[in-house]
């Protein structure tokens, strides 16, 4: 019986500090709409698939939702209003180890640069490792992965202000 209430509490316990930031997605800063995405929401989103060579130049395939698609969501404008200041907003991609990315809204525009960044929650069919996820970019159209971002937590939007 002790041992049965000991480990109870362990289960609790653990169960309340699980990571649970790190399962959402936060989009945020200069956005009509804020948003916090669960690995649910996302999942739930029309999905395409991207491929990224590994450092060894072996192709893999990944499967998620377009940036550009999450941003429109969060209501940052593209097309005909992607001109005068709208073309200095970018966003800033941050990871749970810190590592920073940025994508200017312009690069990101299908009218214009239109680089394909997926945030993606699947490899290879699978759930993304905790290594990798569990949601990470690819960006297909790079020559090297090194914005590829891994276990991506946060999408902060800055917008010009003058
Ligand atoms: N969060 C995070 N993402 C990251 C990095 C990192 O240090 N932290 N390194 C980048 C670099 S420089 C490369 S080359 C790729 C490597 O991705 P891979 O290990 O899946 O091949 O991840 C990119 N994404
Ligand atoms: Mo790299």
Redesign the pocket.
């Known amino acids: 019986m002790r041992i049965l209430i000991a480990w109870l509490c362990c289960a609790l316990l653990a169960a309340q500090t699980a990571p649970d930031v790190a399962e959402k997605l936060t989009v945020d800063g200069d956005v009509a709409t804020p948003l916090t995405l669960t690995a649910a929401d996302l999942a739930k989103m029309p999905h395409e698939t991207a491929t990224l060579a590994?450092?060894d130049g072996k192709k893999t395939a990944f499967e998620g939702v377009p940036l550009i698609e999450i941003l429109e969501k969060a209501g940052v404008p593209f097309g005909k209003e992607m001109r005068g200041k709208a073309l200095a907003g970018y966003v800033l991609v941050e990871?749970?180890?810190g590592?920073q990315v940025v994508f200017s809204m312009g690069e990101l525009d299908p009218g214009l640069a239109g680089a394909r960044v997926i945030v993606v929650d699947r490899h290879e069919g699978q759930p993304l490792s905790a290594r990798?996820g569990p949601i990470r970019l690819v960006v297909e159209s790079d020559k090297?992965?090194?914005r590829?971002?891994?276990?991506v937590e946060r999408l902060h939007v800055v917008a010009l202000r003058k």
């Open positions: 590994a450092m990871a749970q180890d590592y990798e090297r992965p090194a590829s971002v891994r276990m």
